[in-house]
C-alpha cells in the first residue's frame, strides 16, 4: 500500500498475505501515523507486514519507495514460509 490507510483496521491478522505499507513522512494528504498505526495493530495480530517510511517524501509514488517494493517482492520470503520452514506450523 504506497501513501494509504485503512478506513477500520482489520479484526484479525490476514493468513495467506503479506501487507507492506510504503509511505513519506511529509504527506500532507493522509499522515504517515495511519500507515505506523496500521502497522503497529497487524504486527500485534501476528500479521506478516512490513513499513517503509521516507524521509521528506510527500503523498507520491517516490522512487526510493518503488524500488523498496520491487526489492521487497524480488527477495524477502514471507514470514508463514520461514515459519513453516522452521517447523513453526502453516
Known amino acids: 500500500a504506497f501513501a494509504g490507510r485503512y478506513a477500520r483496521l482489520p479484526t484479525e491478522a490476514p493468513r495467506l498475505t503479506s501487507i507492506s505499507f ?3 513522512d511529509a504527506d500532507d494528504v493522509i ?5 505506523r498505526d496500521a ?3 497487524l504486527h500485534a495480530l501476528g500479521a506478516d ?10 503523498h ?9 517494493a520491487i526489492d521487497r517482492l ?3 520470503l514471507p514470514a508463514r514460509l520461514w ?4 517447523g513453526g506450523g502453516a
Open 22 to 24: 510504503y509511505h513519506g
Open 31 to 35: 499522515s504517515a501515523d495511519h500507515a
Open 39 to 41: 502497522f503497529e495493530h
Open 49 to 58: 507486514v512490513s513499513l517503509d517510511i521516507a524521509h521528506d517524501v510527500g
Open 60 to 68: 507520491e509514488p517516490h522512487p526510493a519507495l518503488v524500488a523498496q
Open 74 to 76: 524480488r527477495n524477502v
Open 83 to 86: 515459519r513453516r520452514a522452521l
